[in-house]
């Protein structure tokens, strides 16, 4: 019975399970964002604190809607497990560095999906993920402005302090 269910699923079962590895992926995101905020929190970078929590939610709302894709469409969606998480940085430009890598992987494992979707004319799929192939490049442009700032300002004393107030401006 568990076939004949797979195979009158509306997406394809192969798009299916990267959708749930992608759910993984988001939850990961999530955590590492709220590691992130802690990490702004306790060194009184508190812009940029709220930056990361938003990021957080926003990579686990992320997750629900590919979630909810995948149940809307006759498919089981998995609960993922997180692990993994790193909590100690050395500097808030780091941790820029470390969330455009982040965001870069995102976007690489969306676009491998939609080019799966194409492989197995998946076109409902493609569509739903449009959305995210538009995010994601927001996401890094955001990520990249942040880093700007660090290059055009540098990272000692009162800089730091300058970057984290400009931090509300750069998503956009």
């Known amino acids: 019975m568990k076939d004949l269910v797979r195979q009158k699923l509306s997406i394809n079962v192969d798009v299916m ?13 999530s955590s590492i964002y709220l590691a992130m905020a ?16 938003d990021q957080a939610e926003e990579e686990r709302e992320h997750m629900m809607k590919i979630f909810r894709f995948i149940n809307d469409n006759g498919g089981t969606s998995y609960s993922p497990e997180v692990s993994n998480i790193p909590h100690d940085y050395n500097s808030l430009e780091e941790i820029f560095e470390s969330a455009l890598g982040q965001e870069i992987n995102i976007t690489k494992s969306i676009h491998n999906i939609v080019l799966k979707c194409r492989k197995v004319n998946d076109l409902a799929t493609e569509n739903f993920l449009q959305w995210f192939v538009k995010e994601q490049m927001e996401e890094e442009q955001t990520m990249r402005k942040a880093l700007d700032l660090f290059e055009l300002m540098g990272t000692d004393g009162i800089a730091l302090k300058l970057i984290d107030e400009r931090i509300p401006t750069i998503k956009g």
């Open 17 to 29: 399970d990267m959708l749930n590895e992608q759910i993984a992926k988001e939850a990961h995101s």
């Open 38 to 53: 802690s990490w702004c929190d306790h060194n009184a970078l508190n812009n940029s604190a709220k930056f990361f929590y």
